[in-house]
C-alpha cells in the first residue's frame, strides 16, 4: 500500500500562487495514476486535476490555465503548482492515487489511496 502526505497548504493573497506537494511512501508512485482534489465548507470533494503514469495531465475547467500538476517520480512526489489564486480557491486539498489501469481521471471513486489534505486559504 502507499501512504500519502500532503504538504505546502497555507494563506495567500489573490494573485498569489502556492505549491502543493504530496510525498509518497510505502510504494513507488510509478505504480499509480495520481489526482489532487478539494473539498470547500459545505460543498462536495471536486476534482481540481490527474496525471497519469504516462503523464499525461487532466484539468477541471476551474483550474485549467493557472495549476499545473506534475510528478518528480525521482522524489516519489507530485506536485501542483498552483497560480492566480482566486478565493474561491479556498479549500482542504487532498491528494489521491489509483492502482487501476483504466479509470475515470476525474472520478473520486476511482482512488483507493487518499492524504490527510492540507488547507488552501485565499484572501481577497
Known amino acids: 500500500q502507499v501512504q500519502l502526505v500532503e504538504s505546502g497548504g497555507g494563506l495567500v493573497q489573490a494573485g498569489g500562487s502556492l505549491r502543493l506537494s504530496c510525498a509518497a511512501s510505502?510504494?513507488?508512485?510509478?505504480?499509480?495514476?495520481m489526482g489532487w482534489f478539494r473539498q470547500a465548507p459545505g460543498k462536495e470533494r471536486e476534482f481540481v486535476a490527474a496525471?497519469?503514469?504516462?503523464?499525461?495531465?487532466y484539468y477541471s475547467d476551474s483550474v485549467k490555465g493557472r495549476f499545473t500538476i506534475s510528478r518528480d517520480n525521482a522524489k516519489n512526489t507530485v506536485y501542483l503548482q498552483m497560480n492566480s489564486l482566486k478565493p474561491e480557491d479556498t479549500a482542504v486539498y487532498y491528494c489521491a492515487a489509483t492502482g487501476s489501469y483504466s479509470y475515470t481521471v476525474r472520478r473520486l471513486s476511482e482512488y483507493g489511496y487518499w492524504g490527510q489534505g492540507t488547507q488552501v486559504t485565499v484572501s481577497s
Open positions: 496525471i497519469t503514469r504516462s503523464v499525461v495531465t
Open positions: 510505502g510504494r513507488t508512485l510509478t505504480s499509480y495514476g
